[in-house]
């Protein structure tokens, strides 16, 4: 059973804040909807770290957009619904590619220095794409760029306040509507911020497995806050796993970006055999899910723990002008990219399903909103297309931010406190060891809902993870750590079960005992519901029209 809140409050004992708009995630996404909202109305923007902590920052690839006059709409469009496994939503997916192109100038407009070539924009090619139309920055380090930019120019915004290390431990609702969200601020403690509508954008969960590419804040903290709060999820076994992440005993696990493979790097296994052209045409520039599946494969064949990426053939300065940030991650340990095979492996990277919203980024509850990683767009279907990521958060942060300012002008008044009051959870008698339980789920979720999965493993690690969640989630905690792993637990348990539900094959979810796709019976989206009175998950299917 999972609890509503996951900390006792009183209203009448509890410092209060109150504003128009209160935005949860400080990344790409909220921070455009924060820059979407007019300076009539008070913004609050909340993130659980610093402002460059988010995924968002992290991001090296770039944006796709249609900014080449030899490129077309609807070659992006169909090369995001081809990579989406043929379960995309088209108007969605017609609607974010239509607006890339004004996004991406905005962003230059307001200060985002992208690369260049004889003054004209230097786009990139990735796996999945059909033409070179990814926008890049410092080479392979656009979100640290783009995130500069946007908050440089959301801090001088004077109706925009942002609040770093501040944890969103639950949304407050009542009757159904969204009033904001109980915070653990870092010099108040806990505090109900009153809202008159709430725009989630806290991003992923990629911290739920051991191998991932996310900083530490992605434990899915704004999926499971949803999730008890009443708001539809769907989409939940599709995590998406980045093929090539740096596999170095003592290193952060690094993302080597996309673009390494866009720009003619092979892979090759042990023995420096090519085996990308065994598994598919396309070879490197294969979709995603294809590359990883087959670095696992390779894996296996070799009995080896790694592949290796090689841009040798490449030409040494190329490699160092493209790819300084990855160039300098490496020779921290003594590899040269330009000459030495570089150790990769798949880890956990996207998020695929999330809080499931509408065009305009509604949740279906009144009053919240949601944007970027968090949610389930419909643009992804079952495995996202490189560098859609961003353009997705642009979009939909600017969405989102429009829609709740004019929501937020339709509301009389100020936002009044509601006398909510929420009774203590069980406490325990005996203390956990926090972080054991997270690095054995963390473990548990690599090996069995992880890049191959099968009927037994799913059901071997839904009955462990029930019973971790059978004394986990009960109790209260009072601190991050605790809150983090109750938040992950909820996911795992939601994940684990999407992925036993849907038998067959299809994007980034891959079931060995259901190798093919299955159109006729599975081209839907699953969907999870918490239900108010009993606190258990309440299904359900979402089917897709006949035209893909």
């Known amino acids: ?315 040494e300065s190329f490699v160092r002008e493209r790819f300084p940030g990855m160039d300098a991650i490496c020779r921290a340990f003594g590899l040269d990219i330009a000459h030495d095979p570089i150790p990769v492996r798949p880890g956990a990277h996207y998020l695929i399903g999330g809080v499931a919203v509408d065009g305009r980024g509604h949740t279906g509850i009144a009053g919240l909103w949601a944007a970027g990683e968090v949610t389930a767009s419909g643009l992804h279907g079952a495995n996202r297309l490189a560098s859609n990521s961003l353009l997705e958060a642009l979009v939909f942060g600017a969405h989102a931010g429009q829609g709740a300012a004019q929501a937020a002008r339709e509301e009389p008044g100020l936002v009044r406190p509601r006398l909510l009051q929420v009774a203590a959870a069980q406490a325990g008698d005996e203390t956990l060891d926090l972080a054991d339980i997270r690095n054995s789920l963390q473990s548990l979720m690599w090996r069995s809902v992880g890049i191959l999965r099968e009927k037994c493993d799913l059901e071997r690690a839904r009955e462990q993870i029930d019973h971790w969640a059978h004394y986990v989630m009960p109790r209260q905690f009072d601190g991050v750590q605790g809150w983090q792993l109750q938040n992950m637990v909820t996911l795992a348990q939601v994940m684990v079960q999407a992925a036993l539900w849907r038998c067959e094959s299809r994007g980034v979810h891959y079931r060995v005992d259901f190798p093919e796709a299955d159109d006729r019976h599975w081209r839907k989206r699953l969907w999870f519901q918490r239900d108010e009175a009993t606190g258990q998950p309440r299904t359900g299917e979402e089917l897709l029209g006949s035209e893909p």
């Open 1 to 315: 059973m999972t609890p509503r809140y996951l900390i006792a409050f009183d209203p009448k004992r509890t410092p209060h804040y109150l504003t128009d708009i209160l935005i949860i995630g400080a990344g790409l996404a909220g921070l455009r909807a924060a820059n979407a909202v007019p300076a009539d109305l008070d913004v609050l923007v909340v993130t659980k770290d610093q402002l460059d902590q988010s995924s968002s920052h992290y991001a090296q690839g770039g944006i796709a957009g249609v900014m080449d006059k030899e490129d077309r709409f609807e070659d992006h469009i169909a090369d995001t619904l081809r990579a989406g496994g043929n379960l995309c939503d088209r108007q969605v997916v017609e609607m974010v590619v239509r607006e890339a192109p004004a996004r991406i100038q905005e962003l230059i407009q307001w200060g985002t220095r992208f690369d260049q070539v004889a003054g004209e924009l230097a786009l990139g090619r990735e796996g999945g794409h059909s033409r070179n139309r990814i926008v890049h920055a410092l080479g392979d380090a656009t979100g640290r760029e783009v995130m500069r930019a946007m908050i440089e120019r959301t801090q001088e915004l004077k109706h925009v306040r942002i609040w770093e290390n501040t944890f969103t431990v639950d949304l407050l609702t009542d009757q159904g509507r969204c009033w904001g969200a109980l915070v653990v601020h870092p010099q108040w403690g806990p505090t109900l911020v009153w809202a008159k509508q709430t725009i989630l954008c806290s991003g992923g969960a990629g911290r739920l497995y051991r191998e991932t590419t996310n900083p530490p804040v992605a434990t899915g903290d704004g999926v499971a806050m949803a999730y008890r709060a009443g708001a539809r999820i769907r989409d939940m076994e599709f995590m998406q796993f980045h093929p090539t992440v740096l596999y170095i005993a003592g290193s952060s696990r690094s993302l080597i970006t996309e673009a390494v493979r866009g720009e003619g790097g092979w892979l090759v296994d042990r023995t420096g055999y090519r085996f990308m052209p065994d598994y598919d045409a396309r070879a490197e520039l294969a979709p995603r899910d294809i590359v990883a599946r087959a670095i696992v494969r390779q894996m296996e064949k070799t009995h080896h723990p790694c592949v290796y990426l090689t841009l040798s053939h490449l030409g």
